[in-house]
């Protein structure tokens, strides 16, 4: 009897974890058909498009409220179809739609799935609950979630991280930093500092101001430095570029800013200033020394500081359980302490191994397979 798997992934992170896992699932059982709502990725894969993708292309706070209605539908409309043509369901991601569409759907009867849970050991982790009530069981890209949700007694299964897979040793070498350094047009023997300011646009404005004035303090006290500067965009580039012309514009004569390939001016660099977040697991597992940051607007800071339970906030750290990188957070993420730490971390770096170490392993042990770890998730509830 043909197995027919339902998923949903609303943006394109989640459409490439959710063709990994369909190549998964049709590597372990050859009667199986696919039926949901994925980008280019999962069509790929032989996904039966319910809707397009773009209908979930919704940023910030009002845009979702002005669609909302639009959205309301589209879930009342998933769900029959689902419900209807699913045996299995599996919501990538896209937290607030995919646990409504699972908590909707497993009321109907149909075995549901989350892959990669929300930040439950950060903030909110009252959400743990909420997260129970929508699936049979949470798929996790980290090996400490499974805990949090052991408390409230819900199935958690590591999987492993994707990015871990995609990112192996070899891209780590010298022979891999001087391949990323001729892509960018920068001289071998060059000292770079690689600055990830964020991939949205209130990021950018929020980290831009400090991180460019440190880079530009760190390439007074070394002249030869490369400055290149990530940027997921046009428009968001032309905002790095401002900032740097606003706040540091002894930069702007010897400075890159590259556009869409993060991973390459992490791989050609020597020392990276990143925002908290995704990039700092992707220096982790390149084997880069960084300092992490993070700035939130003063209201926002104050409406999440009381649900914020986590020590740290940069991905090596939690899961090293340890200061394995410097953290710089709101009214600490200044130019001048950012500097300093840069410069420590650096020394560091020089004189000892250890945290390089410590990457190599933590790297290792998020290199799973992923993709068929979560398919065999889903296959044995199924």
Request: with cysteine; glycine share 8%; net charge neutral.
């Amino acid at each position: 009897m043909t197995l027919r798997v339902g998923l949903l992934a609303g943006e394109a992170s989640g459409d490439l974890l959710g063709a990994s896992l369909m190549a998964g699932i049709k590597a372990q059982r050859s009667d199986v058909e696919f039926v949901g709502v994925g980008g280019p990725a999962m069509l790929a894969q032989g996904l039966d498009s319910l809707a397009p993708i773009s209908e979930f292309e919704v940023n910030g706070f009002v845009e979702p409220l002005k669609r909302l209605p639009r959205l309301l539908a589209l879930l009342r409309r998933l769900t029959d179809e689902l419900a209807e043509q699913a045996d299995v369901f599996i919501g990538i991601d896209f937290n607030v739609f995919n646990l409504l569409l699972e908590k909707r759907l497993k009321g109907r009867g149909l075995t549901t799935l989350h892959y990669v849970s929300p930040s439950v050991y950060a903030w909110r982790r009252g959400r743990v609950k909420t997260v129970g009530r929508a699936c049979h069981r949470v798929l996790t890209l980290y090996p400490f979630e499974p805990a949090f949700y052991a408390t409230a007694g819900v199935d958690a299964r590591f999987v492993g991280h994707p990015m871990a897979d995609e990112i192996g040793p070899d891209q780590a070498t010298a022979q891999a930093k001087n391949g990323a350094r001729q892509r960018l047009s920068i001289a071998a023997d060059s000292q770079v500092l690689a600055v990830l300011p964020g991939s949205r646009r209130s990021e950018i404005a929020l980290m831009m101001p400090a991180f460019a004035e440190a880079a530009a303090r760190l390439k007074s006290q070394r002249p030869g430095l490369r400055v290149v500067f990530a940027s997921t965009s046009d428009s968001h580039r032309a905002l790095v570029a401002d900032a740097v012309r606003q706040f540091a514009p002894s930069l702007e004569a010897d400075m890159t800013i590259d556009v869409g390939s993060a991973r390459v001016v992490l791989t050609a660099c020597d020392l990276a200033l990143v925002k908290s977040g995704t990039a700092t697991l992707e220096a982790m597992l390149l084997g880069k020394p960084m300092v992490v940051s993070y700035r939130l607007g003063s209201v926002s800071a104050f409406l999440v500081r009381p649900f914020i339970r986590s020590e740290f906030f940069a991905l090596p750290n939690i899961l090293a359980g340890r200061a394995l990188v410097p953290e710089l957070i709101q009214a600490d993420a200044t130019a001048d302490k950012l500097t300093a730490a840069l410069l420590q971390v650096e020394e560091q770096w020089q004189s000892d191994d250890h945290c390089a170490r410590r990457f190599a392993e933590l790297a290792q042990q998020l290199r799973r397979n992923a993709g068929a770890q979560a398919a065999a998730a889903v296959l044995e509830l199924v």
